[in-house]
């Protein structure tokens, strides 16, 4: 399994993200919620909305449109039967965060440290 850096954890404040650009389009959203990292798909699959508009907390994270509401860890969708959101490996290391493929090229970052709102 391959690790990407994808950028500096002192970018993200406590309950911060940011968002990077997968080599097949997809693009993910990084974020820190409880004093963990999560990496997930940046868009709802309910109808698209971007997921960083929405709420977090205690793990989960709903989404600003229609309210469905996931599970950072496993992805499952929680009050939505049928749906889920992808979940991605995340670690960190003296300070930098990485995503993990397997065999997959490095992903593009597009690095933009905003707040989340809650
Ligand atoms: S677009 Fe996210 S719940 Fe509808």
């Not at 990077?20 to 309910?46: F, M, N, T, W």
């Not at 950072?72 to 300070?95: M, P, Q, S």
Request: charged share 25%; net charge positive.
């Amino acid at each position: 399994m391959k690790s990407f850096f994808v950028g500096q954890l002192s970018a993200l404040e406590e309950e911060g993200f940011f968002t990077a650009k997968l080599p097949d389009g997809k693009e993910v959203l990084v974020l820190r919620c409880s004093g963990s990292l999560y990496a997930i798909q940046r868009r709802c699959p309910h109808e698209g909305a971007p997921l960083e508009k929405g709420n977090v907390w205690n793990k989960m994270i709903r989404c600003g449109q229609h309210a469905f509401t996931f599970d950072l860890e496993t992805g499952e969708g929680l009050n939505c039967t049928g749906y889920r959101i992808e979940c991605y490996a995340v670690t960190e290391k003296d300070g930098k965060i990485f995503l993990r493929f397997d065999g997959a090229p490095a992903p593009k970052v597009r690095f933009a440290a905003l707040k989340m709102i809650f």
